[in-house]
Each structure stands twice: as C-alpha cells, then as structure tokens.
C-alpha cells in the first residue's frame, strides 16, 4: 500500500462502489479536497484503491471525506489502522462524517473507526436529495 497526497485527477483512476455512481451525475469540483489532510491510496499494482481525507472548517473541526475503489478489500485492513492512528493525532477536536442513509457498509465502517451517531436522518442532505446520517469523532 502506498499513500500520497490526494489531486483531483485521482478520482478518474478511482473505479467506484457501485453504492457511489451519483457522483457520476453531479459536476463536484474535487480540487476542493486537496489540502494537506487529503490522501490517495495506491496497491502494489499502483492501481487506486481510494481517494479520502479531511476538509478544515475551522480551527479544532474538520469532515471527512472518502471514496473507495470497488477493489479496495485487499488494501482495508492496513488503511483501517492508518486512518485510525491518524485520526488520533490530526489536529481537530471534532470530526464530522456525512453517511448516506442506504449505505450500511460504510455505517458499519464509520463505526468502527469510532465515529459515534448523531443524527440517524439528515433529510435531503446530499446530491439529489438523498437522506444521510451525521456521525461525529470527538476528542
């Protein structure tokens, strides 16, 4: 595994979980997520496996962002524990993470990396008007 800081033409390499093909109808301006808490996954065969990170709101809080590759199971478990000790020592004391409400596997995974449940229905949160939970880590 090989980790990099993120650029927006990553996305294009990035092949999507099919729970991810809205984002194929939406023109996102991924140059916003660049920034020095944004990074790219990369296998050993160099292919992305995901796209994630990071977005300051102010200082102490920031969200979190992530896109994973449709092949990303042989990377998980080492990005799992990376991603954990980095949310222990990044510089914010609450970080936020928007989950659509329909997708269980990234709930489960959210959890797991000890984000606690806020708000279980954010009503038409995100792109065309679908519902997300709002999940918080707080120090």
Not at 23 to 38: A, M, V
Not at 85 to 94: A, I, S
Not at 101 to 128: N, S
């Amino acid at each position: 595994m090989r980790v990099v800081p993120f650029h927006h033409a990553h996305i294009g390499a990035l092949k999507r979980q099919p729970e991810m093909e809205w984002l194929e109808r939406h023109k996102i301006d991924y140059r916003c997520l660049e920034g020095p808490h944004s990074f790219s996954v990369f296998d050993r065969s160099d292919d992305i496996q995901a796209c994630l990170g990071l977005i300051e709101h102010w200082a102490g809080r920031a969200e979190a962002w992530a896109l994973l590759g449709e092949g990303c199971r042989s990377v998980l478990p080492a990005l799992h524990r990376k991603i954990r000790g980095y949310l222990g020592e990044c510089p914010y004391n609450r970080i936020d993470a928007a989950v659509p409400v329909e997708f269980v596997a990234a709930h489960r995974w959210v959890r797991m990396l000890g984000f606690i449940c806020e708000a279980q229905r954010m009503t038409a949160y995100l792109p065309e008007g679908r519902d997300a939970a709002l999940y918080a880590k707080v120090k």
